[in-house]
């Protein structure tokens, strides 16, 4: 069949073009910014059924793959799970596209968020039109190019998993290319269309199990957990809208309510097996071997960097402070006098290195670039020098003040090897 693919460049999109070309299928990508052979749409302009008519000539089949979880300008909720699917949905019946596919959500039949909402209002003006349609709502997607897949490798990473408190809150996520399977099979005109089908992965654990299955796929060892009290974290979520996170007072009320199928409940896993012709995967099969390094280096890669920054930022920022105003000057200016440098230029030298300090400081937090690595590392270099020559009792003082500039030095080292050099 020729199908349309909304939100083909987005992570569910690209699975879902994946899997249909190699069925044998005719892919168009429908995408806001479009290459050759795409097809240009927008989900927060395109609201009429007239906005979708020609692209919608000589097409079989649609699937709606696009959705977001948060909010910005004119892509909001409304607009993209919404308007534009009910504009695209009417135009599919008035060009008698055979089949429609609708990437929902789980949990929208009842969820009272702005996102569920919308996603039902979709979902529900679709059944009421002479379609032959299918409609597929899943849990948490993993894979390897998702957003909150990132997001939960991050926090299962890291030396202490520190996890929201959600009670009895279960997740059974699903893999992409389940997903993706999953909607190949929905397309086939041997499978009865008028149907909703929840679809979520063969395993539901609590978050902190969820996230303990990520780190052990990663090789990771176990890791204490701390608990993040739920006061914390709505105002964590409330500050979160405010500054582009994953985390919003939208996400939160969706992350406390959890994303499985009923427990318990067989008849509810019926359907995707019968999609998929075999049970999905559960989570602890969602890593094969030779990917498992890879989420592994790029869990650490997510906060490991930033976790530097702030780091360097803290010490040459608390040095400019206590060379400047906490250390006793003639302390300070006596050191000055032992390296050849005395009087005015003394007191120019002591309060120019702490201002350059605290430029160095809030450049790691503002500025990080390869520039700024390496001047820090010469800075360091420069004066470690001049110590070792000047005041050599420094190389073996107990509390190792030079020694510990080899740590320093290491971070720049790793920072300036990991700079990134965007190209377009």
Known sequence: MKVLVCGAAGFIGRAICLRLAAAGHEVLRGVRRPARGDVAVDYSAD????????????????????????????????????????????????????????????????????????????????????????ILRPSLVFGAEGASAAMFCRAASMPMIVAPALGKARFQPLHVDDLAQAVAAALSPATPAQRVIDIAGDSAVSYDGMLSAYRSAMAFPPAPVLHVPATIMACAAWAGQFCGALLTPETWRMLRAGSALPEGCAASAAPICELLGRSPRGFNDFMTPAERELFRLRALAGWRTALLRWVLAIVWLATAIVSAFVHPQADSLALLARVGIEGIPAIAALYGAAALDFVFGIACIVRPRRALWLAQGALILGYSAAIAACLP???WHPFGPLLKNLPILAILFILFAEEKTWTT
């Open 47 to 134: 609201l009429q059924a007239a906005d979708w008519l020609e692209r919608l000539r000589g097409v079989d089949a649609v699937v709606n793959a696009v959705g977001s979880i948060s909010e910005k300008g004119a892509a909001t909720f409304e607009a993209l799970h919404a308007r534009a699917p009910v504009a695209l949905f009417a135009a599919c019946a008035q060009a008698g596209v055979r089949r429609v596919v609708q990437i929902s959500a789980l949990g929208a039949d009842g969820g009272d968020t702005a996102y569920f909402t919308s996603k039902r209002a979709a979902d529900e003006a679709l059944m009421a039109l002479p379609l032959e349609w299918i």
């Open 393 to 395: 009792e420094y190389l």
